[in-house]
């Protein structure tokens, strides 16, 4: 891959910006962020599948449960199913982005520089607003992958997210089983990069499985005091939960 030169983004304006901006917005909007009304009838299997799942964005994430302790997730869960999916993170490179604030608007940038340089790059965030669908994106236009194709992966894996659920006794969240939908994805599109927010901390993090050989590099934008009660209770803690993600041998940013 051809390197990519561009000038320094000023991300952490932005996203100070954004970021009062969901705040104002967030009683208002935080039930889209979970509720099925706005989903097209295409997508009816796919969402009753994954709203029967626990969803930690939505009753709230357990103490500890970022750390790299006893207390974290159970990242070899997410192991087990991406192995049993083919490991699709491993067809393509990765930019692997954490922090506190910035990371949304981090992966939205670089996506669209990407892309401006004629790549085809796959984008996977969280949460969404309106539609699940905007947690992905694929291609050259950046656009949300449509519910025909994402109703199409989902019918295609479904026996491989069953016998996943029965094995780890439907212990899969909803998070992991629309990371393991993304980086899926990703592979059967043959993307050039993928740009992949963390969703909590980056240890234990469910988008955490990406090897170091498909890693193109590390990002963590800033660290703040969030969801300090399942990252460990302190700004070190948090700051170790997040690099986490970090790999040897492999680029930070």
Do not use: W
């Amino acid at each position: 891959m051809k390197m990519l030169k561009c000038a320094s983004l000023n991300t952490p304006s932005y996203a100070v910006t954004t970021g009062r901006l969901l705040k104002k917005l967030s009683v208002a909007s935080r039930s889209c962020f979970f509720s099925t009304h706005s989903e097209e009838p295409e997508l009816k299997d796919l969402m009753e599948y994954i709203d029967s799942l626990k969803n930690y964005e939505k009753s709230g994430v357990p103490k500890g449960a970022g750390t790299d302790s006893e207390d974290g997730f159970d990242l070899g869960r997410m192991n087990r199913l991406m192995d049993r999916l083919g490991n699709p993170f491993s067809a393509f490179k990765a930019v692997h982005i954490a922090g506190t604030k910035g990371k949304g608007s981090t992966a939205a940038f670089l996506s669209n520089i990407l892309r401006a340089e004629g790549y085809s790059v796959g984008c996977y965030t969280s949460p969404h607003m309106m539609t699940i669908r905007e947690r992905i994106s694929v291609g050259r236009l950046g656009d949300p992958v449509s519910a025909k194709s994402l109703n199409c992966l989902f019918h295609r894996i479904k026996h491989v997210l069953d016998k996943a659920m029965q094995i780890e006794n439907r212990s899969l969240s909803h998070f992991e089983v629309l990371t393991a939908m993304a980086f899926t994805l990703f592979a059967q599109e043959n993307v050039d990069i993928a740009v992949i927010e963390a969703g909590l901390g980056g240890a234990r993090d469910a988008t955490n499985i990406i090897s170091g050989s498909s890693l193109a590099v590390s990002i963590i934008t800033t660290i703040g005091e969030e969801h300090m009660a399942a990252l460990g209770g302190s700004l070190e803690s948090i700051a170790v939960a997040k690099s986490g993600i970090i790999k040897h041998g492999r680029p930070v940013g």
